[in-house]
């Protein structure tokens, strides 16, 4: 056995108190084999935690990771605007190698802060799992499809697309990579097509991944057509179980937060890019009395603009007790835990906590900065006060993915530079073709 020893820091454990201890990873395994008092045990390698706080490896429960080539490149329009005007028209000259290019950038980017697995929906999805194999992160990944707009010849092969894709990548990158069968949207998907692909998802054992309720104009629609709330129009088409788990959910009524519960079907609450957009505040208060399960993620990179989960934290804390006009509404522990546990089981991943058995996916994040001082509560500073620049180590299955701010398994300069180059060339391709 080869074993990594995190030394001399504190440690988060899974009831949110904060100790000092040391943690032992074996590396084959890729698992946590002991957390101990100082010194209490030895490794082969070690990870420096002085003055540090070793937390689960943050999880980004959805995000479309290689929308980080337009970062900035549309900003200030609500969400249909921005989809129809700016977003859409561009990803359509989409190449393969724009999505690998973004997708690094990406990575890093969240390697850097500290997260170590991403639940992502976007296209060329194989360029997308090359990357992760090669930066070692936990991913799950997925074709999404779009059918408005297209023949039945053409939304039948996105559909069976989606399915394809799912199938043929679960289990990549030495299980790593799990997938989900991905319809956008209740809106940007016909009934006929989630009739017909939603019972062949389900015989194939997939999970179900899809936006859901993000805007008024998500909900009107559905509302007028079928005379029922959307998520009751998905129960009714057989999305919504235990393996399912849908984004945003902002405008819901107290209706589709029981039928979610009742369900057992999780919610991914992106804070920044709702408040961006003005898509909404979603009840993250009503769901957790409910029972949801409310993981957190950043959307992304073109409506956030960054992949920085501390900031997510902080957004789902703020935003939720604006929306619950509560302080106490959405605490501290409760953000983490979104962020950490909450996220790597709606995933299906055994990470999320740091003890002995879960996955050595693990962040270590440094203390020694003038806003994180005093430390009176180290909970809250990861909530409201660290960012994703604190992350001094990161490890994913085991390995070390960073050292000392140092990402290994990229050449960061290298992977800025290609993906500004795929940027530009993405760009300019649309605008010539507008």
Known sequence: MSDLLIAGGQVLRPDATVERADVLVDRDSGDVVAVDDPGALDGDDELDA??????????????????????GYADDKPLDRWLREDIWPVEAELE?????????????????????????????????????????????LGHTAVTVGKDDEAARADMQESLDVARD??????GRITTTF?????????????????PRAREAGLPLHFHANETTDEVAPIVDEHGVRPLVYADDLGLLD???????????????????AERGTGVVHCPASNMKLASGMAPVGRY???????????????SNNDLDMFDEMRDAAMLGKLAAEDAAAVPA???????????????????GRVEAGANADLAVV????????????????????????????TVCDGRVLMRDREVRPFDEAAVRERAGDRARDLVARAEDDS
């Open 288 to 302: 957790r009395e409910a029972g949801v399960t409310v993981a957190l993620g950043t959307d992304g990179a073109a």
């Open 169 to 174: 990548l679960d289990g990549a990158a030495n």
């Open 96 to 140: 393969p190698a724009d999505v690998r290019a973004g997708a690094e950038l990406g990575l890093v980017e969240m390697i850097k802060s500290g997260t170590t697995a991403f639940s992502d929906m976007y296209f060329h999805v194989p360029e997308t799992a090359a990357a992760v194999e090669q930066a070692g992160v936990r991913a799950v």
């Open 366 to 393: 440094d203390l020694a900065a003038p806003h994180l001082t005093p430390a009176h509560d180290l909970v809250s500073h990861l909530a409201y006060a660290a960012h994703g620049s604190d992350v001094r180590h």
């Open 50 to 71: 002085t003055d540090g706080l070793v937390v689960p490896g943050l999880v980004n429960a959805h995000t479309h990771v290689a929308m980080t080539l337009l970062r």
């Open 333 to 351: 522990a409760a953000v983490v835990g979104m962020a950490t546990r909450a996220g790597a089981d709606l995933l299906g991943f055994d990470s």
């Open 242 to 260: 235990e393996e399912t788990f849908l984004a945003h959910g902002v405008h819901v009524d107290d209706t589709e937060v029981e039928l979610l």
């Open 182 to 198: 991905q319809p956008h949207s209740l809106t940007t998907v016909g009934e006929s097509s989630l009739r017909e692909f939603v």
